[in-house]
């Protein structure tokens, strides 16, 4: 790790171990001024909470949001939700000694926390749980993704987590009477000719056959060499990267293939995430390769700007392998978690259990009560037109509660794509050092990808960088 990583980590850990004995309860004036708020468990009930997606989609909406938990739960809420760059803002927030009840972070970064030793332990809290460890709430299996080596729990699960696929334009390829891919040749064909044959009719040649946000999520076609993103535990113990063995040599070729031939767009090496997306939107490329959710969330979009559109995202298992095995990413789970100094934390575990309910589903994903959504005297939901742009996900597009239905459904094409990430998707290896990690895949499967070097030299150079920097053994 970098020595200027070190140091701040060593910032952030004193700084939250100075904060925890400096204030390690509310003050006088703030127990005092909030005493008709104290609930049962002694605790204000006030929350300040830390957020990367959930919430509302404006800084106005958020605000809205947070009256609504009040308004719900009792509980005086104030939620910080960065426009972007929510990793950098959230590390700088905690080294420079912000306090916050509750975060919503990453499965890698809750183990990089859980290293700094910077978040509580919820193990007995979600042991002890009557709606946690109901399995109908959140299925027992589902714990092993968040539990450490030792068997303890600092996470809870924010939302049910899918998984990351290819996905086509299926009325592309109905339009060029092509089927769908299953091999890697198969998609090599259909890429190309989404690429040469005016697949969205305009008599240009103007569209690609890929795009991707950099090197997310290319599973998809590493899938083909058998190859996990990330990292794998090996027979013996040993953590190693598959992406730069020499088995994925061949994948960097095709990929080089199709940046070669443009038939990947020339952006994507700097494409954002929203970029890659209105390329898929506008016409403009024929498959993305991006989360099951967003199947039904880019067919809505479609359909609300035009109810007679033809368009139709539909998910793809990838591209099988010499003995027709498919591989998809199943995404690491976003969770909840309580810094060691958390000025309420009793209060912050009965947020997470609330936020579990139908009540915490319902604003995570429809959003606010007669903003987003109304309810008539029946019971009948509908959405409004804000709700509508909102594509009923404020964080929550999908929960666990097998108790909570979706009052409208899912989206088209969604539980397809679901089925497949069920069918074919597992969860990554994610050490606390990946970041550092990926910054050296990214650089190398960059120059493969676009002819900057050989694969083979690039995927040794790969190697022998992770290996320097003792990423892999």
């Known amino acids: 790790m970098a020595t200027g990583k070190k140091i701040l980590s060593a910032i952030m850990v004193v700084t939250l171990f100075g904060s925890v004995l400096a204030g390690c309860s509310p003050s006088s004036d703030n127990r005092s001024s909030a005493a008709s708020q104290e609930s049962s468990n002694g605790e204000e009930r006030t929350l300040k909470i830390m957020t990367g997606v959930i919430g509302g989609k404006t800084p106005e909406e958020n605000i809205q949001f947070e009256q609504e938990i009040e308004r719900l739960t009792g509980i005086k809420v104030t939620m910080n939700k960065p426009a972007s760059d929510y990793d950098q803002k959230l590390l700088a927030a905690i080294a420079s000694g912000e306090k916050f009840d509750l975060l919503q972070i990453s499965k890698e970064k809750m183990s990089t926390f859980i290293d700094q030793g910077i978040l509580m332990p919820l193990t007995d809290q979600v042991n002890g749980s009557k709606v946690l460890s109901d399995t109908e709430v959140i299925p027992a299996k589902e714990w092993e993704q968040v539990k450490t080596k030792d068997g303890q729990v600092y996470g809870v699960f924010t939302k049910y987590q899918g998984g990351t696929m290819p996905i086509v334009r299926k009325d592309w390829l109905t339009k060029l009477n092509l089927s769908e891919p299953e091999t890697l040749d198969d998609y090599y064909k259909v890429l190309k000719a989404f690429t040469e ?235 606390p050092h990946w970041s550092d990690a990926e910054k050296i895949i990214n650089k190398y499967s960059f120059k493969a990808i676009m002819g900057e070097m050989p694969a083979a030299d690039a995927v040794k150079q790969m190697r022998e960088e992770l290996k320097a920097g003792g990423f892999i053994d």
């Open 197 to 431: 044959q005016d697949p969205d009719g305009n008599g240009k040649k103007d569209t690609y056959g890929l795009s991707t946000a950099g090197m997310y999520e290319l599973q998809g076609f590493f899938s083909a060499a058998g190859l996990k993103q990330r990292y794998v535990e090996t027979a013996d113990g040993k953590l190693d990267v598959p992406y730069s063995t020499d088995a994925a040599i061949p994948v960097y070729e095709w990929l080089n293939k199709l940046f070669t031939e443009g038939i990947l767009d020339p952006n994507f090496a700097t494409n954002d995430t929203g970029k890659m997306r209105d390329l898929f939107l506008t016409d403009r490329v024929g498959m993305i390769t991006y989360w099951d959710a967003w199947v039904g969330m880019l067919n809505n979009t479609r359909y609300e700007q035009d109810p007679t559109t033809k368009f139709e995202a539909k998910g793809l298992p990838g591209a099988a392998d010499s003995n027709g095995n498919h591989m998809l990413r199943r995404g690491d789970p976003d969770v909840w978690v309580v810094p060691i100094n958390a000025e309420h934390p009793k209060t912050a575990f009965e947020f997470i259990e609330w936020w579990h309910s139908e009540e915490g589903i319902t604003l995570g994903s429809l959003g606010i009560k007669d903003i987003d959504y109304t309810v008539d005297n029946s019971g009948k939901y509908a959405l409004t037109q804000i709700g509508k742009e909102h594509a009923s996900d404020h964080g929550v597009p999908f929960w666990y509660n097998s108790n909570v239905e979706a009052p409208f459904g899912k989206l088209p094409g969604v539980q397809e794509a679901q089925d497949l990430v069920d069918q074919y998707a597992s969860l990554e290896l994610t050490p």
